[in-house]
């Protein structure tokens, strides 16, 4: 991640850079030392970025007050640093029950006459459900935040009894020049980012067939026929070399295919689906799965979680 200065604040505002999942922009005025409500408001934000994937909050940014704009910023909207400190906020942050760990707070000088300044906060992803001060559990909900069910507390109170795996996937049907011209490479990136070690790793894949020829014969590789077209279908494992896979560690299983063989002919045959399927099981981990799209999987490592369409 790069440095957060003011001319990185101002790009950002000169893209149009909208609010998301992991983005929240907030004005000065959201920022207020005898406000218990804005205090309140504060820890929410925070909790619940930490109770969702973590992301980033920009207070001194206002937004547009027009419903079609009201998530995109407008314009920088300062901070008296002298009014508001870091200190105080993260004071303010540190009420959160239990703390998190890993908060960092940014203060960004926008003038250094005025005293004024922005302050990004970024929050990392916990590995348990943080409480806000008005004694709930919050959560990102599209542009906002929303309060938790039951079940969504106790599934992130849980990230700490399993595995957390991140996966990415690229057909490189160009391959490299240590192969054969007819030869092509499928690879899936596997990287442990929770603090569980991860003993029993399998992706579950379902290949378009213009994507490639047949796999390796050692592989254990089935033709499915669904209402989309006809695919192949294959699992990978970790090897005895390959795993456990650690916390913070990462693995890539790879397998060759025949680029050059022809799954359609003129007068027609079989109809290849139009998606990749993606299926990851990590010991009690719930499983990721993913529909991707074809093409960014071929032009390089696809991150799987950023489906068009997840099930």
Sequence with gaps: MSEWTKQRLDQMITDGVEENLSLDYKSAGALAKNDERKKTEIAKDVSSFANSSGGVLIYGVAEFDDEPRKHLPERLDPIQ????????????????QPRIEGVVIHPVTISEPDNTVCYVVEVPQSHTAHMARDHRYHKRHNFTTAQMEDYEVRDVMNRRTHPKIRGFIFVNRNAD??????????????????????????????????????????????????????????????????????????????????KAVKWRGPSGGFRSTQHVKVCIFADEMPPIRAILDIAPVLLGMTPIENAVDSR
């Design 81 to 96: 640093r002298s009014e508001i400190s870091k200190e105080w906020l993260d004071q303010v942050i540190q009420t959160i």
């Design 177 to 258: 020049n240590l192969r054969p011209r007819d030869e092509g490479i499928l690879t899936v990136q596997l990287v442990n980012v929770g603090r569980v070690l991860a003993n029993h790793v399998m992706v579950e894949l379902e290949l378009p067939l213009e994507m490639s020829g047949p796999l390796g014969v050692d592989d254990p590789v089935w033709m499915k026929t669904t209402e989309e077209g006809t695919c192949q279908t294959l699992r990978l494992n970790l090897g005895t070399s390959d795993g456990p896979l650690f916390p913070d560690a990462d693995v890539y299983l790879r397998r060759t295919f025949k």
